[in-house]
């Protein structure tokens, strides 16, 4: 009898066999900073030159987070083709120093629906469509698709939720498949657990961790490296220990201690060779990373020369992680200017009037008032910028803040007291800010409306163009509302200036006054694009103003005094 050759099952499989994949997971709890890890060992093969992109995989069913709320999911982060994103994907490209796409992010919702789209045009020939293989097969196809002509050296992709989740099953499941079709240099799991220390007994438990392994490995995964959030340095003993009932080398148990600043994560990683063992279990050679640039930069954020107070007047301001690129926008920007930024959480809700307003903001040194939707503590946000506008306190305002700082200046400098943008007031006689003509036709909320990166002209003379210095840039934008053409010119003439302006849509996208040392509020969203050791210009100039006039104000009380 002649023996049939053993056929290839895997030749159909669209894994890159030069491409190296880095799965990480999360177990015990939610919230340990997975999207953080993942940036961190993006940067540390970024520092050994290879080629790393960074993908994030959500289980809930919303196609994207565009449609939550801030207090449900905190920012929504805009990549430059209007993708709305998980808050992660800031993570990525701002460690990584890289721009996503949509392909980067990826929700059950946008697999589901590809998937039945797919059953409905008939392409699946009579088949019943079911979770394996075909909602698996898709989460593989997008694991690869990110890769697009094998651009990267290595994948990283997050798997949001927690090991044990019932809604997270089939991404594991398709991890589960994809390592074993790829072969095991190709592909690591690389899990991020909880070490806690129970204050009472003083004592550390690794139990948890290995429960969470233990279901890892129930459903077909051995994770290759532990990533150990915990409160102190573990010792050997629990490193040992840890090792032994995970099933993995005490080597790769690392300790992912609480961290000054997230920036320090890389760098207290690479301490431990987390970089070295990654290379050396995906076969990739070993280099020597270069780490100098982010030294000298988490150097600068620990231990600045000067502080400045800066409020943030929102209506989200209970979960910071609303606000999760203005933070560390400000992260950067202070750095740049050897300046500690402490946010003051100001609710806007609560600036009732003048007094109230004086009261709560009389220490700061610069007020931003952040983007929003509705109209709940608007009343409150307009009071703050009258503060600073009268005051010349340094102010940002973004999206809704410039929409608020025109309806502002509407009403208290050219004397239209109903003037207000049209999401708050349809039928003002003064629609200030009102929707594009094309926004008006729009009914869907999800993706609609105008969104990513758009070019702008700076105008030259202007704070903008100081801020800038170059005439054409381009920023990123998510709102439908814009400034309403038709009372720009009595507002110019009142001591409005327009800082930047998008030609071809006859736009305006950043205002300014002519009276006040800095005042400056945008149309999009500047802090999308800020970066380590690459600051956003308004983000580092609003820094150095505040730090003015903080010394300004210690001036002028020394010599009252
Ligand atoms: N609600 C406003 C609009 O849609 C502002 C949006 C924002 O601040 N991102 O135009």
Redesign the pocket.
């Known amino acids: 009898m002649i023996l049939k050759k053993p056929k290839n099952i895997w030749k159909n499989m669209k894994t890159d066999k030069t491409t190296k994949y880095i799965f990480v997971t999360g177990g015990v709890i939610s919230g340990l900073g997975k999207g953080i890890a993942c940036a961190s060992i993006g940067y540390l093969l970024k520092s050994r030159g290879f080629k790393v992109t960074i993908q994030k995989f959500d289980p809930y069913i919303n196609i994207d987070p565009g449609t939550m709320s801030p207090f449900q999911h905190g920012e929504v982060f805009v990549l430059e083709d209007g993708s709305e994103t998980d808050l992660d994907l800031g993570h990525y490209e701002r460690f990584i120093d890289e721009n996503m796409n949509s392909r980067n992010s990826n929700t059950s919702g946008k697999i589901y629906y590809e998937v039945i789209n797919r059953e409905r045009r008939g392409d699946y020939l009579g088949a019943t469509v079911q979770v394996i293989p075909h909602i698996t097969d898709e989460i593989k196809r997008r694991i690869t698709a990110v890769n697009v002509n094998s651009a990267y050296d290595v994948v990283i992709c997050e798997i949001g939720g927690t090991v044990g989740d019932i809604e997270s099953q089939p991404f594991l499941e398709a991890i589960r498949q994809f390592r074993f079709e790829s072969g095991r240099s190709n592909c690591i799991n690389v899990h991020l657990t909880l070490v806690p220390y129970i204050e009472t007994s003083g004592e550390i438990k690794t139990k948890p961790t290995q429960h969470s392994v233990m279901r890892l490995r129930e459903i077909g995964i051995q994770p290759d490296i532990l990533l150990c959030r915990s409160k102190f340095h573990l010792d050997e003993s629990i490193h040992k220990k840890i090792a032994l009932f995970c099933n993995v080398m005490p080597e790769v148990v690392i300790d992912a201690i609480d961290a000054e600043t997230i920036y320090e994560i890389p760098l207290i990683f690479d301490q431990q060779r987390l970089g070295d063992q990654i290379t050396d279990l995906l076969n990739l050679p070993r280099r020597k990373p270069d780490l100098k640039d982010l030294e000298e930069f988490v150097q600068a954020i620990k231990n600045p020369r000067d502080e400045v107070n800066i409020a943030i007047c929102g209506k989200y301001t209970q979960l910071h992680d609303a606000y999760k690129s203005i933070i560390e926008s400000f992260n950067h920007a202070g750095a740049e200017n050897n300046t500690r930024v402490n946010i003051v959480w100001i609710e806007s809700e609560d600036l009732t009037n003048d007094s109230e307003t004086v009261n709560k903001l009389k220490n700061v040194d610069g007020i931003l008032v952040p ?3 509705g109209e709940r503590g608007v009343k409150g946000k307009i009071n703050a910028i009258k503060l600073a506008r009268e005051n010349g306190i340094p102010f940002l305002g ?3 803040g410039l ?1 608020c700082a025109v309806v502002e200046f509407a009403r208290n400098v050219c004397g239209w007291k109903d003037a207000d943008s049209t ?1 708050f007031n349809e039928n003002t006689q003064h629609p200030v800010i009102d929707l594009m003509e094309e926004q008006k036709r729009v009914f869907n909320k999800g993706g609609t ?1 105008r969104l990513g990166a758009y070019a702008a002209e700076v105008v030259p003379g202007t704070l903008a163009y100081e801020i800038y210095k170059n005439k054409q840039i381009s920023e990123r934008h ?4 814009e400034v309403n053409n038709t009372y720009l010119a009595e507002m110019v003439k009142a001591g409005l200036v327009v800082g930047a302006v998008n030609k071809e849509l006859n736009l305006v996208e950043m205002i300014e006054l002519k009276n006040h040392p800095w005042f400056v509020a945008c149309q999009f969203h500047p802090e999308m694009k800020s970066r380590i050791n690459k600051a956003h210009p308004i983000f580092r100039e609003f820094v150095r103003a505040a730090r003015k006039y903080h010394n300004q104000k210690a001036e002028n009380a020394r010599s009252q005094s």
Do not use: A
Not at 478 to 481: A, D, L, Q, T
């Open positions: 983007g929003g939707f973004i999206c809704l929409q999401e409306m998510r709102h439908r509302y």
